[in-house]
């Protein structure tokens, strides 16, 4: 198994909603266990939605202990001369736009912030660009040309 690749900002993210989210399973735990009526064959509507969130909610905690445990940090030290997960670049688009992303792991990427998924489309074209370089991406809108302004 790859490692994922996780800034340090990321990490420690991940891990405060893996203590919120084991947090939440045992509070659903203890209302399950509030709810529960022994003597009867039968369980009813509240038990059944309790149960199925805790199962939502053990399923994240599983996939989320599952990145901790392979993960490796990436430190601030990135090339300047490829575009890297954890790298921040600058990009022209269309020859008139300039936009500034951060590529970072799927688990980070937040597009209202500008950090996008190093497994998103664009992501996917960024990686191992240089300075200068040009590519294109199909949009929506239809295709669009790039070009690597920086490497930060």
């Known amino acids: ?44 509507g509240l038990a059944s939605q309790l149960k199925a969130e805790l199962e939502v909610v053990n399923d994240k905690i599983s996939g989320y202990e599952e990145v901790l445990a392979n993960v490796e940090i990436i430190s601030g030290k990135n090339s300047k001369t490829n575009v890297t997960v954890g790298s921040t670049i600058k990009v022209e688009i269309a020859g008139k736009t300039k936009k500034e992303f951060q590529i970072v792991s799927e688990f980070e990427s937040d597009p209202t912030t500008n950090k996008i998924s190093d497994q998103s489309p664009l992501g996917i074209a960024l990686l191992g660009k240089k300075i200068g370089q040009k590519f294109e991406i199909e949009a929506p809108v239809g295709k669009l040309t790039y070009k690597i302004i920086s490497i930060n």
Do not use: Y
């Open 1 to 44: 198994m790859t490692k994922q690749q996780l800034t340090q900002e990321g990490f420690d993210k991940l891990k405060q909603e893996l203590e919120m989210l084991n947090l939440k399973a045992n509070q659903l735990v203890d209302r399950l266990e509030e709810v529960a009526q022994p003597d009867e064959s039968g369980e009813d």
